[in-house]
């Protein structure tokens, strides 16, 4: 993204489209609906963010302090957060380093200035955007709906590994050592060399392991081992 070219235009007028009928401040209540937290000192741009991320659809929270905000549990939603690079509390790149663990949180973020080298720092560590005031709306919409859609990937892959670890939680120590064997490219016969067993008992081991696992074949037995332990 160009930040000295950005088109710039009034965060404080309600977007020219045929939706803005939709009623402003008043968020959709179903618990799938995304979340726009937006963390920034600055009153007026805390109501205008909310404005427009209501206008969309979105429920939105907003804080004045990035310590009220992290003192918020973790939104079970798609979500992302608008975040202002120069908080007073914690800077913006000390949040975004805070957040580094939560993938399901993308940032945007928003300065009150041109400062490229911050604006590269955040890009590089994975910010969605950066943005300079005054904000331009639709670009910045098209921004928040881009972090609630990476959101959505991210709770779904996230979803798809607790239950492949609870999968695997389910095996006895026997079947994990078969599985450990087999996704290695282990025959039977070698497996049941290597832990001292015969080939009928890892045959019997390795059914009930892939029935547990609900693995239909050993690439996607593979495929699922690789998610569990993925390589250092």
């Known amino acids: 993204m160009n930040i000295d070219s950005l088109e710039r235009i009034d965060l404080y007028r309600r977007p020219g489209t045929p939706a803005r009928a939709r009623p402003l401040g008043k968020p959709l209540a179903s618990p799938a609906t995304p979340v726009v937290f937006v963390v920034d000192h600055d009153a007026a741009v805390r109501e205008a963010l909310r404005l427009l991320g209501c206008w969309a659809g979105w ?40 957040l580094a663990h939560r993938p399901d949180m993308p940032i945007i973020f928003i300065a009150g200035g041109s400062d490229v080298r911050t604006a590269v720092r955040a890009m590089k560590a ?56 087999i996704v290695c490219g282990r025959l039977n016969k070698q497996a049941g060399g290597e832990l001292g067993i015969s080939e009928i008992t890892v045959k019997a081991h390795r059914g009930k392991m892939m029935r547990k696992m609900s693995a239909r074949s050993l690439p996607e037995l593979v495929n699922m081992a ?7």
């Open 59 to 98: 429920q939105v929270e907003t804080f004045a302090t990035a310590g009220d905000f992290l003192a918020r549990p973790r939104a079970p939603a798609p979500n992302c957060l608008v975040l202002d690079a120069g908080l007073a509390d914690v800077s913006g790149l000390e949040m975004q380093q805070r």
């Open 126 to 181: 994975g910010a969605v955007e950066f943005f300079t005031k005054p904000l331009a709306d639709e670009l910045l919409l098209d921004a928040m709906r881009h972090a609630i859609e990476r959101s959505r990937t991210a709770l779904a892959r996230e979803a798809e590994l607790e239950a492949l670890r609870e999968r695997h939680a389910s095996l006895t120590c026997r079947e994990r050592d078969v599985m450990a064997l």
């Open 226 to 232: 690789a998610k569990l332990f993925p390589a250092q």
